[in-house]
């Protein structure tokens, strides 16, 4: 597909979704909702990870669970407006497959899934593959995370497609769109099993002593923006808020935290579990690199590097890894 | 798909009063139902307007789908919980976590240490066995070590006169004095002072339910009465919002989550993971 047609495909689906794409800003790109022409064409492919996610095409920031009147819960209805993120990363997408785990059985969460639209956007260049080999090396990985199109660049302004669901199937071939390849999902784990550098991570963060992570709480100061902008993470509170003006009614809602924050692990009476900072940020490496592998066989880590990014004192992952591993040695 | 959010109405038959700032929420389930649980299971209770909260219920003794909680005011749900009167409803959803390991405690001594309103979730076991005639006293042993800061704040004094006729309860108080004529042995102190003064039962499991400080100080007495890491079962308390789910993520504990791993746990699994107590 060229861009002129890709302009046309974004333009048909604007008529269905409400699409959110990355869109550059200074040095950096945003993911932000596309709303017309000119903002079609200021839609970035350079492949860059956007500093926010598209994770409330997922997960929305704030979802109504329940309502209820004079006291009482009625029935929800759960329904959602659809959605499209377009251009996510093969990292981001990997973050999906998470999401499908974590809430398999959340019937919001499916619903907002059936109602929204993934399209990917790849690139392979410089894999030194060519021919059938990149082919091959372009569907091993294409098979193993989740997505309804892909984009896969193919040259200057031009691009290969798949399809990883019937919806994006049927997406195209209702554009008028027809050569494209279906790639069957093979599951998330790959063949060879978890990437070895991810799991010495999570050995490290298994085997670290405690005490090695008053260093990064001295450090950290519990902003919370790692995990706001980490594709991976999904806390949440839930909470009810009553309506000012009609006594007894109001709605139940879902809303995004991060574990960074101070009353995230408070009970009644006041005690808190994660009362520093160390505590924090060993609970959030702990989630990503023990939790997530001891319950779902992958890493809650998709290597995106945003959290590296955000940082406000400039903690980065390779640094902490690395202190952890030092740390061990001088024990 | 069945919303896991979504819960049964149960009704207030009883309200009575346990302590300061404690009282105790006879209920059934509104359609007649049963509560199909594990002693140490833990339900999700809510007030529309004002959230959910979690509680341990405890099957009423001698009364068929008749249950209990204990709820100490210390927050919007629990505040709003106490301004309940027989006749109102609330939601309840359940039951979560893994209870009691019950085929493990079959013939064995059993060590129960609570403190506080912790005494909730033993006392949801103990009134499982009476119900169900399986204390079996003849062939094993129960002591109860009950620490409180005050007799003020013990809760389902009743049950504990009752229960003191069958087995062995231990009481510390951290101010004032235990009245007379309760029956029950009383020192003064934090729980830990009842180590040094009573002979502690031995060869079995040993059960802890309190506020964090308690696992803090009295796992090593226990460790040092002879029990090994296997037979030392903690319920844990923690935050939760999806609350059994394993999503929100506000109770994890290393490499565990309270609502769907625990919240029993031996001190086998707990011991490497600093954030437990």
């Given at each position: 597909m060229t861009k002129t047609t890709l302009n046309k495909f974004i333009e048909y689906l604007k008529q269905t979704y409400k699409i959110y794409a990355p869109v550059r800003d200074g040095s950096e790109l945003y993911v932000k909702p596309i709303n017309d022409e000119s903002e079609i064409a200021e839609i970035?492919?350079?492949?860059q990870i956007p500093i926010?996610?598209?994770?409330p095409v997922l997960l929305p920031k704030r979802d109504v669970l329940f309502d209820f009147k004079k006291g009482k819960f009625e029935k929800k209805n759960i329904k959602y407006d659809p959605e499209c993120a377009f251009l996510m990363s093969v990292m981001d997408l990997k973050a999906v497959g998470l999401f499908h785990q974590t809430f398999e059985r959340d019937p919001y969460y499916q619903k907002k899934r059936q109602s929204n639209l993934l399209i990917g956007q790849a690139f392979f260049e410089g894999t030194g593959f060519t021919g059938h080999l990149r082919e091959r090396y372009e569907e091993d990985i294409l098979e193993h995370i989740i997505f309804d199109i892909m984009l896969v660049k193919a040259g200057p302004n031009k691009w290969k497609f798949y399809t990883g669901s019937e919806k994006g199937q049927v997406i195209l071939e209702a554009f008028g769109f027809k050569d494209f390849e279906h790639i069957e999902f093979a599951g998330l784990?790959?063949?060879?099993?978890?990437d070895p550098e991810l799991e010495r991570h999570r050995k490290e963060i298994v085997e670290?002593?405690?005490?090695?992570w008053g260093h990064w709480g001295d450090i950290c100061?519990?902003?919370?923006k790692c995990a706001i902008d980490c594709p991976t993470c999904y806390c949440f509170n839930i909470e009810d808020e009553q309506d000012t003006k009609e006594k007894g009614s109001g709605q139940r809602v879902r809303s995004w935290t991060t574990c960074?924050?101070?009353?995230?692990s408070e009970v009644g009476g006041g005690a808190?579990?994660?009362?520093t900072n160390a505590r924090r940020i060993q609970n959030w490496y702990t989630h990503k690199w023990v939790r997530t592998p001891k319950e779902f066989?992958?890493?809650?880590?998709?290597?995106?590097g945003r959290c590296d990014k955000v940082c406000p004192v400039g903690i980065k992952r390779a640094d902490v890894f690395k202190w952890l591993e030092e740390h061990k040695k001088s024990k | 798909m069945i919303n896991p959010y979504e819960h049964k109405e149960a009704q207030v038959i009883k309200v009575s009063d346990q302590g300061t700032d404690i009282k105790s929420f006879d209920f059934k389930i509104k359609d007649g139902g049963l509560l199909d649980y594990t002693p140490g299971q833990f339900f999700v209770f809510s007030l529309p307007g004002y959230g959910e909260s979690v509680f341990v219920p405890a099957e009423k003794v001698g009364k068929k789908n008749v249950y209990d909680i204990a709820v100490h005011k210390l927050g919007r749900v629990t505040s709003r919980f106490h301004q309940l009167k027989t006749g109102d409803t609330f939601g309840i959803r359940g039951p979560y976590g893994n209870g009691f390991d019950l085929n493990k405690f079959k013939g064995k001594n059993i060590l129960l240490i609570a403190g506080g309103i912790g005494l909730v979730p033993l006392r949801c076991l103990l009134n499982y066995y009476i119900n169900r005639n399986e204390l079996d006293l003849k062939n094993r042993s129960i002591q109860l070590l009950y620490g409180c800061r005050s007799f003020g704040v013990m809760i389902f004094k009743d049950e504990l006169k009752k229960w003191n006729r069958d087995f062995d309860i231990q009481i510390s108080l951290d101010e004032g004095d235990h009245p007379a004529g309760t029956g029950m042995n009383c020192y003064k102190?934090?729980?830990?002072?009842l180590f040094n003064k009573i002979d502690i039962i031995k060869n079995g499991v040993a059960i802890l339910c309190g506020p964090p400080v308690i696992y803090k100080f009295v796992v090593p007495e226990v460790k040092q009465v002879g029990y090994n890491d296997e037979d030392i079962y903690l319920s844990l308390e923690r935050r939760m919002h999806c609350a059994g789910l394993?999503?929100?993520?506000?109770?994890?504990?290393g490499p565990y989550y309270v609502c769907k791993d625990g919240p029993v746990f031996s001190y086998a699994q707990l011991k490497d993971t600093v954030q437990y107590f």
């Open positions: 970035d492919f350079t492949n926010n996610t598209f994770k784990i790959k063949e060879e099993g978890i670290a002593d405690n005490s090695a100061t519990a902003c919370g960074f924050y101070n009353d995230f808190k579990f994660l009362k066989q992958i890493m809650g880590c998709v290597n995106c | 102190g934090v729980i830990t002072v394993g999503t929100c993520q506000h109770c994890a504990v």
